[in-house]
Protein backbone atom coordinates (compact mmCIF):
# COMPACT_ATOMS: atom_id res chain seq x y z
CA UNK A 1 0.00 0.00 0.00
CA UNK A 2 1.12 3.36 -0.66
CA UNK A 3 0.17 6.29 1.72
CA UNK A 4 0.58 10.12 1.17
CA UNK A 5 1.43 12.08 4.38
CA UNK A 6 1.68 15.89 4.57
CA UNK A 7 1.55 18.18 7.19
CA UNK A 8 2.24 21.54 8.66
CA UNK A 9 4.96 22.97 11.03
CA UNK A 10 3.45 22.09 13.59
CA UNK A 11 3.24 18.59 12.83
CA UNK A 12 6.67 18.41 11.45
CA UNK A 13 8.24 16.13 14.06
CA UNK A 14 4.91 13.72 14.32
CA UNK A 15 5.27 13.16 10.45
CA UNK A 16 9.06 12.48 10.46
CA UNK A 17 8.36 9.90 13.62
CA UNK A 18 5.33 8.51 11.97
CA UNK A 19 7.32 8.04 8.78
CA UNK A 20 9.61 5.25 11.00
CA UNK A 21 6.70 3.75 12.18
CA UNK A 22 5.48 3.26 9.11
CA UNK A 23 7.86 1.07 7.57
CA UNK A 24 5.65 -1.30 6.41
CA UNK A 25 4.29 0.82 3.92
CA UNK A 26 5.77 2.88 0.76
CA UNK A 27 5.47 6.45 1.78
CA UNK A 28 4.84 9.28 -0.08
CA UNK A 29 5.90 12.67 1.44
CA UNK A 30 4.37 15.71 0.32
CA UNK A 31 5.92 18.11 3.17
CA UNK A 32 6.23 20.38 4.29
CA UNK A 33 9.95 19.66 5.15
CA UNK A 34 10.63 22.00 8.36
CA UNK A 35 9.54 23.36 11.41
CA UNK A 36 9.70 26.62 9.79
CA UNK A 37 6.18 27.90 9.54
CA UNK A 38 3.82 27.23 6.78
CA UNK A 39 0.38 27.96 5.92
CA UNK A 40 -0.93 23.85 5.69
CA UNK A 41 -3.77 24.42 3.16
CA UNK A 42 -1.11 24.20 0.20
CA UNK A 43 -0.08 20.66 1.51
CA UNK A 44 -3.20 19.65 2.45
CA UNK A 45 -4.34 20.11 -1.14
CA UNK A 46 -1.33 18.38 -2.58
CA UNK A 47 -1.70 15.34 -0.75
CA UNK A 48 -5.89 15.84 -1.76
CA UNK A 49 -5.13 16.29 -5.33
CA UNK A 50 -2.36 12.48 -4.93
CA UNK A 51 -5.45 10.85 -3.64
CA UNK A 52 -7.63 11.82 -6.18
CA UNK A 53 -5.08 10.94 -8.94
CA UNK A 54 -4.64 7.73 -7.45
CA UNK A 55 -0.80 8.13 -7.19
CA UNK A 56 -1.34 6.75 -3.36
CA UNK A 57 -4.07 4.62 -1.36
CA UNK A 58 -4.34 6.57 1.26
CA UNK A 59 -3.79 10.22 2.75
CA UNK A 60 -2.74 10.86 5.79
CA UNK A 61 -2.67 14.92 6.91
CA UNK A 62 -1.58 16.26 10.10
CA UNK A 63 -1.44 19.99 11.59
CA UNK A 64 -1.99 21.04 15.54
CA UNK A 65 -5.37 20.15 15.76
CA UNK A 66 -5.85 18.05 12.36
CA UNK A 67 -9.30 20.27 11.95
CA UNK A 68 -7.33 23.40 9.36
CA UNK A 69 -5.99 20.45 7.76
CA UNK A 70 -9.23 18.13 7.30
CA UNK A 71 -11.66 21.34 6.17
CA UNK A 72 -9.10 22.12 3.31
CA UNK A 73 -8.56 18.26 2.26
CA UNK A 74 -12.68 18.32 1.98
CA UNK A 75 -12.72 21.05 -0.67
CA UNK A 76 -11.23 18.84 -2.73
CA UNK A 77 -14.05 17.31 -4.90
CA UNK A 78 -13.26 13.56 -4.57
CA UNK A 79 -12.26 13.48 -0.98
CA UNK A 80 -13.74 11.94 1.96
CA UNK A 81 -11.87 13.22 4.62
CA UNK A 82 -12.40 11.81 8.28
CA UNK A 83 -10.15 13.69 11.32
CA UNK A 84 -10.04 11.14 13.88
CA UNK A 85 -9.59 11.36 17.31
CA UNK A 86 -9.69 7.41 18.82
CA UNK A 87 -9.56 4.02 17.77
CA UNK A 88 -13.50 3.59 17.10
CA UNK A 89 -13.41 6.72 14.90
CA UNK A 90 -10.52 5.21 12.68
CA UNK A 91 -12.97 2.06 12.28
CA UNK A 92 -15.73 4.30 11.59
CA UNK A 93 -14.12 6.44 8.58
CA UNK A 94 -13.53 3.12 7.07
CA UNK A 95 -16.67 1.41 7.80
CA UNK A 96 -19.01 3.71 7.67
CA UNK A 97 -17.82 6.76 5.18
CA UNK A 98 -15.09 5.11 3.09
CA UNK A 99 -12.59 7.37 3.90
CA UNK A 100 -9.60 8.41 1.90
CA UNK A 101 -7.56 10.92 3.31
CA UNK A 102 -7.55 10.99 7.90
CA UNK A 103 -6.50 14.10 9.67
CA UNK A 104 -4.58 13.85 12.77
CA UNK A 105 -3.57 16.38 16.03
CA UNK A 106 -0.45 16.17 16.18
CA UNK A 107 -0.26 17.84 19.52
CA UNK A 108 -2.34 15.56 20.83
CA UNK A 109 -1.48 12.52 19.95
CA UNK A 110 1.61 10.68 19.59
CA UNK A 111 3.53 9.29 15.85
CA UNK A 112 2.42 5.56 17.81
CA UNK A 113 -1.41 6.43 18.64
CA UNK A 114 -1.83 7.50 15.13
CA UNK A 115 -0.09 4.54 13.70
CA UNK A 116 -2.55 2.62 15.58
CA UNK A 117 -5.49 4.28 14.48
CA UNK A 118 -3.70 4.12 10.84
CA UNK A 119 -3.53 -0.02 11.06
CA UNK A 120 -7.03 -0.18 12.35
CA UNK A 121 -8.18 1.82 9.43
CA UNK A 122 -6.58 -0.26 7.15
CA UNK A 123 -7.73 -3.55 8.50
CA UNK A 124 -11.30 -2.42 8.70
CA UNK A 125 -13.72 -3.05 5.42
CA UNK A 126 -15.79 -0.46 4.19
CA UNK A 127 -19.51 -1.89 4.08
CA UNK A 128 -21.43 -1.69 1.65
CA UNK A 129 -24.87 -2.25 3.03
CA UNK A 130 -27.28 -0.05 1.35
CA UNK A 131 -27.62 2.68 3.56
CA UNK A 132 -23.62 3.57 3.58
CA UNK A 133 -22.98 3.40 -0.13
CA UNK A 134 -26.60 5.93 -0.65
CA UNK A 135 -24.78 8.55 2.12
CA UNK A 136 -21.41 8.35 -0.04
CA UNK A 137 -23.26 8.94 -3.43
CA UNK A 138 -25.50 11.45 -2.12
CA UNK A 139 -22.58 13.51 -1.09
CA UNK A 140 -21.04 12.80 -4.67
CA UNK A 141 -24.05 14.15 -6.37
CA UNK A 142 -23.44 17.34 -3.85
CA UNK A 143 -19.72 17.88 -5.27
CA UNK A 144 -22.08 17.71 -8.54
CA UNK A 145 -25.20 19.42 -8.25
CA UNK A 146 -24.90 21.03 -5.57
CA UNK A 147 -28.22 19.17 -4.57
CA UNK A 148 -28.64 15.54 -2.42
Same mark, same amino acid.
Given at each position: ???????????Y????K??????D?E &?????C?SN??V??????????Q? %???K $? %????I???? #?G &???? &??C??V????????D?????????E???????A??? #? #?H??? $?I???? $???I????N #?T????IR??Q? $????E?N?Y
Amino acid at each position: MKIGIANDHRAYETKEKLKELLDDYE &IIDYGCYSNDMVDYPKYAFLLSQA %VVNK $E %VDLGIVMCG #TG &IGVS &IACNKVKGIRCAKIDNEDEAKSAKEHNDANILAFSA #T #THSAL $EIKNMI $EIFINSTFN #TTPRYKIRIKQV $EKYEETNEY
